[in-house]
């Protein structure tokens, strides 16, 4: 069985950073591109950035609205997908959750962390 | 950026009443589409992949259809169980972007 658990939330002031962490089971990270969404209190789904697999050399994409401040990683050796955050603003406030993708598709999803930037 | 417009914002309807959802992407996206259930304090739940697709253990009560650049989601009978917010989300291309979502409601 699929799971994706995140963990990592909380608060944190403005221009702080956050690492929020995947922990996946029952398949294999490393062939499985990988999401992450997130969902500001009350708002829709905003997708935030995408690692690909190791075929294709975990190559990374992200949003506008992240580039430069977040980094998506993995941890091969912990099966476990990482979300760096620096830099954050009140407008990163969210529900962050880890994505499966299987051929280029959302497939699973994890319960989600809650990051909360308040000055 | 592909722009993802759902419409209507929010619908009621009764039970047993089949209830479509549509989906409009600013430029065309062949069947790059999916859809996403997303119920009240709970994390989404994918679908409809590729439009039209089922994923597994969806039930057959939803379908998809469409191309390019309008799609739609169908519920062909309502139940309470259904009440949930449903997003649609393109892959054609970078960024991946979602509708603002659909709110489904019993009357």
């Known amino acids: 069985e699929v799971q994706l658990v995140e963990s990592g939330g909380g608060l944190v002031q403005p221009g702080g950073s956050l690492r929020l962490s995947c922990a996946a089971s029952g398949f294999t990270l490393s062939d499985h591109y990988m999401d992450w969404v997130r969902q500001a209190p009350g708002k829709g789904l905003e997708w935030v950035g995408r690692t690909r697999n190791k075929v294709r050399s975990y190559t990374t994409e992200y949003a506008a609205s992240v580039k430069g401040r977040f980094t998506i990683s993995r941890d091969g050796s912990e099966n476990s997908l990482y979300l760096q955050m620096n830099s954050l603003k009140n407008e990163d406030t969210a529900v962050y959750y880890c994505?499966?993708?299987?051929?280029?598709?959302?497939?699973?999803w994890g319960q989600g962390t809650l990051v909360t930037v308040f000055s | 950026d592909i722009q993802m417009t759902q419409s209507p914002s929010s619908l009621s309807a009764s039970v047993g009443d089949r209830v479509t959802i549509t989906c409009r992407a600013s430029?065309?996206?062949?069947?790059?589409l999916v859809w996403i259930q997303q119920k009240p304090g709970k994390a989404p739940k994918s679908l409809i992949y590729g439009a039209s697709s089922l994923q597994s253990g969806v039930p057959s009560k939803f379908s998809g259809s469409g191309s390019g650049t309008e799609f739609t989601l169908t519920i062909s009978s309502l139940q309470p169980e259904d009440c949930a917010t449903y997003y649609c989300q393109q892959y054609g291309g970078y960024p991946l972007t979602f509708g603002q979502g659909t709110k489904v409601e019993i009357k």
């Open positions: 994505v499966r993708i299987v051929n280029d598709v959302v497939e699973d």
């Open positions: 430029q065309g996206i062949r069947k790059s």
